[in-house]
């Protein structure tokens, strides 16, 4: 099915979390903001952040963010790799 859907094994409250911003790297620059298909993104305490009960995963943010501020989680999550 979805490659993205989550693992079983995922801790609970990390479950929606499929997309992650990295607070550090994020210029607040709007872009992931207006490209989130899903209008998942809104900018809170000076970063970029995503509602993940809306978004659906798809990437865009990730794509679209000049700074890499935008991660899949199983990218942070070295046991899953
Ligand atoms: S596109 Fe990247 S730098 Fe811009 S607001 Fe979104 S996460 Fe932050
Ligand atoms: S992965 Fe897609 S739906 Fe989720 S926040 Fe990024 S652009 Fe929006």
Redesign the pocket.
């Known amino acids: 099915m979805d490659a993205l859907a989550p693992e079983k094994d995922k801790k609970p409250e990390q479950e929606h979390k ?2 992650f911003t990295i607070k550090e790297k994020c210029r607040v620059c709007y872009t ?1 903001v207006r ?7 809104r900018i809170a305490g000076g970063q970029a952040e ?2 993940s009960e ?9 794509k679209v963010c000049s700074q890499g501020a ?1 991660v899949f989680r199983r990218e942070i999550d070295p046991v899953k790799r």
């Not at 809306?54 to 943010?61: D, L, S, T, V, Y």
């Open positions: 499929l997309v992931c490209e989130c298909p899903a209008k998942a993104i995503i509602i809306r978004c659906i995963a798809c990437g865009n943010c990730i935008k």
